[in-house]
């Protein structure tokens, strides 16, 4: 069974930074993209950015490009998540998810495994 377990969620400031991670298991990884979504309270689950197996190729949502850097580690099956001059607006659950699909990647849909979530608050 596929398990996704992140961390690293917590409260900080505006102007701070924060790194999640997402640690896989349960299955092999390889050829598999992986991304991060978030959740707002009262919103849909949106897009946030994915890193395709091999680390070569990263792809953001605008509202987090050049604030936010995905990458992985292979060797340990953990996605991160490098969040820095976080905004009040980036606050909410943050979900990691994979899959095995090429297409539509930033489309939550296309997405099979998925994590419980760990919550980010950014105070103005």
């Known amino acids: 069974q596929v398990q996704l377990v992140e961390s690293g969620g917590g409260l900080v400031q505006a102007g701070d930074s924060l790194r999640l991670s997402c640690a896989a298991s349960?299955?092999?990884?390889?050829?598999?993209?992986m991304a991060w979504f978030r959740q707002a309270p009262g919103k849909e689950r949106d897009f946030v950015a994915f890193?395709?197996?091999?680390?070569?190729?990263?792809f953001y949502a605008g509202s987090v490009k050049g604030r936010f850097t995905v990458s992985r580690d292979n060797a340990k099956n953990t996605v991160y998540l490098q969040m820095n001059s976080l905004k009040s607006e980036d606050t909410a659950v943050y979900y990691c998810?994979?899959?095995?699909?090429?297409?539509?990647?930033?489309?939550?849909?296309?997405?099979?495994?998925w994590g419980q979530g760990t919550q980010v608050t950014v105070s103005s």
């Open positions: 998810a994979g899959t095995m699909r090429t297409r539509g990647r930033t489309q939550r849909t296309q997405y099979d495994y």
């Open positions: 349960g299955r092999t990884f390889t050829g598999s993209t």
């Open positions: 890193i395709q197996w091999n680390g070569g190729f990263t």
